[in-house]
């Protein structure tokens, strides 16, 4: 399925009855090269990026439910690369590069749109941590600004500059951050997926995994047996559930519900995406006006893509603390998803001690702005057993050999990362 | 020697006291506290006279009160009483026990009605999470207000303290005004 | 959500802070010649189960008590709650016994 502006008039006269399903609804085959457990964001970037990048064949995604039904459908959609360790900034810049030049890549209008992300920060010891963290940036080569009151001011002039909590003292800015469109990003790389002869299976949910001599051999699904050289799993929130069939039920991962909302509809307001530093508030606008934001995830472990009052009051406290004018907003949606929760707040991309089994999780609630780059790194190992050169460090035993990467510097505690 | 005064955790000479319809709020700058705490396998001891109350509960008898803090630990108010050295009584009522001068870290604020418990539970309701025809009078609790951890007592039907830290007291004053002020209005 | 406190009846789950998985009360032997290897899954390795979970909850703005609760991930359905301290007696009493029961 392609589409031009000719083909949309075309189909305007025909009463749009031409349009074709985006990608096959195959059977699945006795066996596959390769085959990817979880049809999100990071399995379908997967799928793509290991058929159109590295040339492999003979891929399939498996998916529970229908493809893009977690969190790549239920996140803020903010993109941005401004982490402060060496072993996250260089693959969040490149996956901000992925993201830059998604749209010609794939063909798919996934509206990347680099309006800008500026983090508040509201003392003088915060600034200096942000003056290191765009250093740090810098150094990457990704890009970043530090903003003084006046200059943040005139961009942003409706904050709450002189409340007398968190007076605004000024903001680390991302030009080249902002915002994407979270479900068109998985359209798009499933089509691109699709048209390169990759199996979208969906409503097939993995069962159990076939090991034999500590040698991964296929995947019992709810469609049956299914054969495999290699299983990859992408499967974010479920991540324990799934790796427990495999026999590995203890990893450095707890599940949390993290909840996101969304306002009615508005004028145009808000410039970019807006992080509050006192608090923990993220909120942007979406083309449509509606007001996207979000806070902490709910703080216990949680399997329920629903979350608790608390926690949206505390959201709203921070929404109003930062920016008192939205507090006349109507609340039109909100919702949870289930994020995957690590010890120390960065992902993991490895492979197991189970030869030809590879996991891919730990993306905690910042996993849609590594969609890209998580989709071509773990493609990049299962294509030649090799971590790609900037996801090197994000390996299953770092916790066992005290190499964590906790950008936070929160210790061993899911719940404050 | 320079020439001292005494403020109030509000900051000025005398306590702030406000008074909007029925209720009337108060800093309660005159309430000595002091913590007992029992040491492991040692009796409960009785300081002033006081039969120290079980999980939740608060009791008060001529100047003197207590009120449940957790497993094995109280605090006892003095009333009237802040500038003594309150503690040193404490612990000589309580011999063997763990006391600790308590009464500058707190600042405790009075509320009383003056038309019964009503308006107190609906003030109440407004403040705290906490079942307020469940907090009844001899009732004492620990929870949270606009964030911040206080005790309320509910000392009698028409009265219910907040003790909070005393570093917060300009911030708890301001949740109660507010609180009282609204609840006013939306009656008027 | 509404944690039944053994001592101070239902209260509300915002008063608590969360610390995770019940089995941090097992704490292994810091002295003990394999220290290092019992550390790792004690610190990083947690079972993540969906369905039920004791877990620890620290009851900061109120009795300051830890307790274990008993709730279902998937629902969010807490079926009890005990004080800590107790658990642990009750580990100590039967240490041969084992676990957590």
Request: contains cysteine; proline residues 5%.
């Amino acid at each position: 399925m392609r589409y031009s502006a000719f083909r949309v008039l075309q189909e305007a006269l025909r009463g749009h009855k031409g349009w074709r399903p985006l990608w096959r609804d195959p059977e699945p085959q006795a066996a596959y090269d390769t085959v990817i457990v979880g049809g999100g964001g990071h399995g379908l970037a997967t799928a793509y990026y290991l058929a159109n990048t590295f040339k492999q064949s003979r891929i399939a995604v498996l998916e529970k439910g229908w493809l893009g039904s977690g969190n790549i459908g239920r996140n803020t959609t903010i993109i941005r690369s401004n982490y402060l360790l060496p072993g996250n900034e260089p693959f969040y810049e490149f996956s901000m590069k992925l993201w830059e030049n998604l749209e010609q890549e794939f063909n798919f209008n996934a509206m990347v749109s680099q309006r800008g992300v500026v983090n508040l920060f509201h003392t003088d010891g915060q600034r200096d941590a942000y003056r290191r963290r765009g250093n740090a940036a810098i150094l990457a080569g990704a890009d970043a600004e530090l903003l003084e009151r006046d200059a943040l001011r005139a961009m942003i002039p409706f904050l709450n500059f002189d409340n007398a909590r968190f007076p605004v003292k000024g903001g680390l800015l991302q030009r080249r951050g902002g915002t994407a469109r979270h479900d068109g990003v998985a359209w798009g790389y499933a089509r691109g997926a699709d048209r390169a002869g990759v199996d979208l299976i969906q409503n097939c949910e993995v069962t159990g995994f076939r090991i034999e001599n500590g040698t991964v051999k296929g995947v019992e699904t709810s469609r049956g047996f299914i054969g495999a050289k290699k299983v990859g799993v992408a499967v974010a929130g479920s991540t324990s559930r799934v790796m427990a069939q495999a026999g590995m039920g203890q990893l450095p991962i707890e599940s949390h519900v993290l909840q996101a909302f969304v306002s009615e509809g508005l004028k145009p307001t808000i410039p970019g995406v807006i992080t509050f530093g006192a608090g923990h508030f993220y909120i942007s606008q979406s083309d449509k006006g509606g007001l996207v934001f979000g806070g902490d995830i709910d703080g216990y472990n949680s399997y329920a893509q629903r979350g608790n009052l608390p926690t949206v009051e505390d959201v709203a406290e921070g929404g109003m603390a930062v920016m008192p004018m939205i507090g006349r907003a109507r609340l039109l949606r909100m919702w949870g998803g289930i994020m995957d929760m690590s010890m120390d707040g960065s992902p993991i991309i490895d492979r197991t001690p189970i030869d030809g089994l590879y996991l891919n999780s730990g993306w905690c609630y910042g996993g849609f702005k590594a969609t890209p780059a998580s989709g071509y790194a773990f493609a990049h190992l299962l294509a030649t057993d090799r971590p790609h050169e900037t996801a090197g460090a994000y390996r299953l035993d770092r916790f066992q050999r005290g190499t964590v990467i906790d950008e936070k510097g929160a210790g061993a505690q899911p719940n404050l990362h | 020697m320079p020439d001292l005064e005494p403020i109030t955790a509000l900051g000025s000479n005398a306590p702030r006291s406000l008074s909007s319809g029925s209720l009337t709020l108060e800093e309660n700058a005159a309430l000595a506290l002091a913590s007992v705490s029992l040491r492991r396998n040692a009796p409960k001891p009785s300081p002033f006279g006081l039969d120290l109350p079980g999980p939740g509960g608060w009791t008060g008898s001529q100047g003197v009160s207590a009120f449940w803090t957790g497993p094995g630990q109280w605090m006892i108010e003095g009333h009237h009483r802040a500038d003594s050295d309150f503690a040193v009584e404490v612990a000589t009522s309580c011999p063997g026990c763990s006391v600790t001068e308590q009464t500058d870290g707190f600042a405790a604020f009075e509320i009383r009605s003056s038309m019964g418990e009503k308006p107190i539970l609906r003030l109440m309701e407004k403040l705290v999470n906490i079942d307020a025809s469940r907090l009844s009078a001899g009732s004492a609790t620990r929870t949270g207000l606009e964030h911040m951890s206080v005790f309320v007592i509910r000392r009698a039907p028409d009265r219910v303290a907040v003790l909070g830290m005393r570093s917060a007291a300009g911030s708890i004053w301001h949740a109660l005004e507010v609180a009282i002020l609204r609840l006013n209005a939306a009656a008027a | 959500m509404l944690i039944p406190h053994p001592l101070l009846g239902l209260r509300d789950a915002q008063e608590f802070s969360y610390l995770g998985d019940a089995s941090l009360l097992l704490r292994p032997d810091g002295m003990a010649e394999n220290a290092a290897e019992t550390f790792f899954p004690y610190v990083y390795l947690r079972e993540n189960p969906a369905g039920l979970h004791r877990e620890l909850w620290f009851h900061e703005q109120g009795d300051r008590s830890w307790l274990v609760v008993t709730r279902n991930t998937v629902t969010h359905e807490i079926l009890g709650a005990e004080l800590a301290g107790d658990v642990v007696a009750r580990n100590r009493a039967s240490r041969d016994g084992g676990d957590l029961a």
